[in-house]
């Protein structure tokens, strides 16, 4: 449990949970606050990813990361349904990046006629 942010008492309630996350009301000032979960940091997702393509299994990313297993799991499904949406993308953003390349090309040639 989270202190209250407006006045910092430390006992509050459970009041109902707001887009996945714990609301809580003070029992001092009756301030009602939500906290983020209290899960995994971008960071940890990071680490328990790259252990994870190093081959490790679940159980010891989780123990070496302090997180369960199942949040591991969690966290490797996502970034493999996120891997699928990258490769059925390649394709299209290549063609971008190529056309945004000779435009910049081209319009770094007029500019250097210019000077000239
Ligand atoms: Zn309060």
Redesign the pocket.
């Known amino acids: 449990m989270f202190p209250?942010p407006?006045?910092?008492?430390a006992v509050a309630t459970k009041s109902g949970i707001v887009k996945g996350r714990q609301r809580w009301k003070?029992k001092?000032?009756?301030?009602n606050y939500t906290v983020a979960n209290r899960g995994a940091s971008k960071e940890q997702k990071r680490q328990a990813l790259e252990l994870y393509l190093e081959g490790l299994g679940f159980r010891p990313i989780g123990r070496s990361l302090k997180v369960s297993h199942v949040a591991v799991y969690n966290w490797t499904r996502e970034f493999g349904e996120k891997l699928d949406e990258i490769k059925s993308d390649t394709e299209i953003k290549v063609v971008e990046i190529d056309e945004m390349h000779s435009y910049v090309g081209q319009k770094k040639l007029l500019l250097d006629l210019d000077y000239c």
């Open positions: 209250c407006k006045c910092s008492h003070c001092d000032c009756g301030y």
